[in-house]
């Protein structure tokens, strides 16, 4: 699949320079998120989940009950949100388009839920509080992923990057004088890095509103890519009117 394809009737197709620059901001989301999860909700990741499966294996091999737990809510969650994602998308051409917006903002209501759980309890949640909070973000980190890979663009990702460094230094090394993919799987990798320093950063000057920047990160990326598809909409009926 490439981006850019056909849609629905009606609705609008998003061109690939914009479609690489959102999946930018969604990997700066994850990288936000993930540094909050690790940190602040029992060591486990919202989307890694090689890191996640690790984790728990060492869970099991000492008996910690809790750890346990943690790493079942983590893997769990991402998967009941890639379900979800993939039965809201599922018969639908690559690209952005309403159900994609659809679910991107059902992500967005679900980190602004953790952003409020987490201000609600002053930064201190309970266990159960705090398993609750990582379940969500882990969902909504399985749904980022279905949603960037409805996307269409080939071998993109926005929470495992794994294969984008394994990509960019592969087709760097097959081919020195360009960068694998045009350079979008450096600019990921970049955002989930910066993603990560910033919310670092928020942990130590403003703990509280950590969580909130991925959440405003995801649903900035709504606002603008359904903005972008209204207005490619309209320039597309213009012409067809011509």
């Known amino acids: ?51 996640n499966l690790v984790q728990f294996g060492h869970a099991i091999a000492t008996a910690q009950a809790k750890v346990l737990a943690g790493g079942a809510i983590a893997v769990g969650g991402y998967a009941l949100g890639v379900a979800v994602g993939t039965l809201a998308l599922r018969r639908v051409v690559a690209g952005w388009h309403r159900r994609t917006g659809v ?54 990702s926005t929470t495992y ?8 230094v592969r087709g760097v090394v097959l081919d020195p004088h360009r960068l694998a993919g045009g350079g979008g799987g450096v600019a990921r990798l970049l955002a989930l890095l910066g993603g990560a320093v910033l919310g670092a950063l928020t942990l130590r000057v403003a703990p509280l509103w950590a969580p909130a920047l991925a959440a405003a990160l995801v649903a900035g990326v709504v606002v603008v890519a359904a903005g972008l598809a209204r207005r490619t909409a309209r320039i597309t009926d213009r012409r067809g009117n011509e």
């Open 103 to 156: 679910v991107a903002a059902a992500e967005a209501v679900l980190l602004a839920g953790v952003a409020v759980g987490w201000f609600s309890a002053g930064g201190r949640p309970g266990y159960a509080d705090g398993l609750a909070l990582l379940g969500c973000a882990s969902m909504a980190s399985g749904m980022q992923s279905i949603v960037t890979i409805g996307f269409g663009v080939r071998g993109a």
């Open 1 to 51: 699949m490439t981006s850019g394809v056909g849609h629905a009737a009606g609705e609008a197709v998003l061109s690939r320079p914009l479609v690489v620059r959102l999946l930018v901001a969604l990997a700066a989301a994850s990288g936000c998120l993930d540094v909050f999860c690790l940190t602040r909700l029992g060591g486990y990741f919202a989307s890694v989940i090689t890191g």
């Open 161 to 168: 990057l794994t294969g984008s460094l394994t990509d960019v």
